[in-house]
């Protein structure tokens, strides 16, 4: 499933954990975009940490990739910096209650 960076709001080679980025050719583009490729968490703790460190490094005029897994998103996440980037989700977004109330 292919998610537009307005549609999240709403709902080179570096490695650290959990994410792994690349140089990659998308959509026929000749610049290359930054790929991000987010690995879930094995034991079921949060993984927002990593989906923010993806979204830092590849939020902008890049590629990131969710692929089979479950997410669990226990915290507020701020998206409004994403712009121009392409977000395949294969997995599952487990998104808490409390992750969901909006910052006052």
Same mark, same amino acid.
């Given at each position: ?6 549609? +999240?709001? +709403?709902?080179?080679? #570096? *490695?650290?954990? !959990? ?8 959509? !026929? ?7 991000? *490729? +987010? *690995?879930? %968490?094995? &034991?079921?703790?949060? &993984? ?13 005029? !890049? ?5 089979? !897994? ?8 701020? *998206?409004?910096?994403?712009?121009? #980037?392409?977000?395949? +989700? ?6 808490? %209650? ?7």
């Amino acid at each position: 499933m292919r998610i537009s960076a307005a549609l +999240l709001l +709403l709902l080179n080679t #570096v *490695t650290c954990t !959990g994410v792994q980025t690349a140089p990659s050719l998308t959509h !026929g583009a000749l610049a290359p975009k930054k790929t991000c *490729t +987010l *690995t879930a %968490s094995a &034991d079921g703790t949060d &993984d927002t940490p990593a989906v923010l460190k993806v979204f830092s490094d590849c939020g902008t005029d !890049g590629h990131i990739i969710f692929p089979k !897994g479950v997410y669990h998103i226990n915290s507020i996440m701020n *998206t409004q910096t994403l712009k121009n #980037v392409d977000i395949d +989700l294969y997995g599952t977004l487990l998104v808490s %209650s409390s992750s969901l109330s909006s910052q006052a």
